[in-house]
């Protein structure tokens, strides 16, 4: 059988057509390029996956498909495991080389990437993997990483002219045949609570940040409420690659000059150097998925509450701003980073449970990247080498950063007629206060299930017991 000779790109969690390295360099090579994402149930499956994420990553690629509609092609999805979709392909065509990024994943996509390679290797098939933002894969040193990161952000973008690429599709029998089961409705369907993934929605939130909501960046960062206008919400735009990391850097520069706060927009442009710096840690060492970086802490055993866990997940652990933190993370998929850091500290200090208990987390954060979020896990639970332990009082972050309690009422509606000089504590009312604004403690919103004092001073003395540097499973 003839086999037509390809080239094949391979979207991960690159998700755009601006400043697309794969699609730049399948351009150049001029053979006929065929455009392909892979929903693999296995990684849909792991502990650490929710049908948020995925429905993100289908809204982004219905957006690029109707680009790509007038270059007569599409991303071909399937919904089927990498090495079974690449073995049907390589059974139907010749495939001269696969370009797709680098990805720094979960140790299941790491796990796939290795076996790929073998498979790639074996069959003749040319494997060219981009730089995945500031991430330098194989670094031998740290030390001139912030220079590096500096030089990629500046250099030129990638975006290649699509009127040149010459695309093929697959035969329509063919995919319907192989592309695997229909993605599921929950998938298929925009939920309008959560920000809608695209490269459309990427530029434009980026747009209007830096023309307007960036001037009280810094002001609101810790606001609960506030944050939600203020900060950039490029995170999940960010983390499926619906617009490049040197784009919202270029993007933001070319503005910098003549902007009002130029202080705001340095504050955001470090957040941008952390993205990287965070997953450039975990791209050097993947075992901070399981293991502590302190391995100090390994001598170091929470038992497992189930009990407590609801309570916190659910939103019902008599703590108002964790909880409407917790209400709002799961109906959104979004918290500023002060309510992650709170919530997380909560649950491994006051709760005092173990951060690997925390995939329900990664589930809930739209823009969940394992290479930010496992650093991020440990860093505030506490098992680092180096980082200070920081234990975090829900209560003065209340009082704090939602003075007024409008972020607690708006998500513990229960709570709305406390005034807010009790809204921090409600478990502090009397029976008569009770009755006056309507919300019955044990009854209608629930006692702390932890004294937040008493757990916090407990927490605090054991795990700096335990910081011995020598122990470093770094
Ligand atoms: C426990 C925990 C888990 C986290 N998990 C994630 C995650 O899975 N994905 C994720 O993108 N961020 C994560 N963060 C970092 C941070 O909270 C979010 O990036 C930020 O709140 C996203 O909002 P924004 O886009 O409006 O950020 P902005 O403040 O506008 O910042 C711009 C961009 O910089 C990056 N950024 C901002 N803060 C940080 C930070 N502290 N560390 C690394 N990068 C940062 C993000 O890409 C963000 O989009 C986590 C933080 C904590 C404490």
Request: hydrophobic share 35%; proline share 4%.
């Amino acid at each position: 059988m003839f086999k037509e000779k390809i080239n094949i790109v391979w979207f991960k969690r690159d998700l755009r057509l601006v400043d697309q390295e794969p699609l730049y360099y399948a351009q150049q090579a001029n053979l006929p390029t065929l455009l392909i994402y892979l929903f693999e149930p296995s990684v849909m499956a792991y502990a650490d996956s929710d049908v948020r994420h995925w429905r993100f990553v289908y809204e982004s690629i219905k957006e690029l498909n109707e680009k790509l509609k007038a270059y007569h092609t599409q991303i071909h999805i399937f919904q089927e495991e990498a090495g079974v979709v690449f073995e049907k392909l390589v059974s139907f065509y010749t495939i001269d080389t696969v370009y797709s990024y680098e990805e720094t994943g979960n140790q299941l996509t790491y796990a796939r990437d290795e076996a790929m390679a073998v498979f790639f290797k074996k069959n003749n098939i040319k494997w060219l993997e981009q730089q995945q933002n500031g991430v330098f894969r194989g670094l031998k040193s740290k030390k001139d990483w912030s220079e590096r990161w500096e030089n990629k952000m500046r250099s030129d973008s990638k975006t290649a002219d699509l009127n040149l690429l010459p695309f093929t599709k697959l035969p329509i029998e063919w995919y319907e045949q192989h592309k695997g089961a229909n993605l599921t409705e929950n998938i298929t369907k925009h939920n309008p609570n959560f920000q809608q993934g695209g490269e459309h929605w990427a530029w434009r939130y980026l747009q209007n940040f830096i023309e307007e909501r960036y001037i009280n960046y810094s002001k609101h960062i810790s606001s609960p409420l506030l944050s939600r206008k203020s900060c950039s919400r490029l995170s999940p735009y960010i983390s499926y690659g619906n617009i490049s990391m040197r784009m919202v850097y270029q993007y933001t520069m070319l503005n910098y000059d003549r902007s009002k706060n130029k202080r705001a927009l340095a504050n955001f442009v470090s957040r941008l150097h952390w993205h990287c710096h965070f997953i450039q840690k975990f791209e050097s060492n993947c075992n901070i998925e399981f293991q502590n970086i302190n391995g100090a802490y390994d001598a170091l055993v929470k038992p497992k509450n189930d009990v407590f866990i609801l309570a916190w997940q659910t939103g019902k652990t008599g703590v108002p701003i964790v909880d409407a933190c917790m209400r709002c993370l799961v109906e959104t998929g979004y918290l500023n980073f002060r309510m992650r850091a709170m919530v997380v500290s909560f649950f491994c200090f006051n709760l005092w449970q173990d951060w690997r208990e925390l995939h329900f987390l990664a589930r809930q954060f739209l823009d969940y990247e394992p290479g930010i979020h496992y650093p991020q896990l440990q860093m505030q639970s506490g098992t680092t080498v180096h980082n200070t332990i920081r234990i975090y009082n829900a209560v003065k972050n209340s009082e704090a950063y939602d003075y007024d309690g409008l972020f607690i009422k708006k998500w513990l509606p229960e709570l709305r007629n406390i005034p807010a000089q009790f809204i921090h504590e409600p478990h502090k009312l009397s029976l008569i206060e009770q009755q006056l604004y309507q919300c019955e403690l044990g009854k209608d919103y629930p006692y702390p299930i932890v004294d937040i004092e008493a757990t916090r001073k407990e927490a605090s003395d054991i795990v700096w017991s335990f910081r011995k540097p020598q122990h470093s499973n770094n």
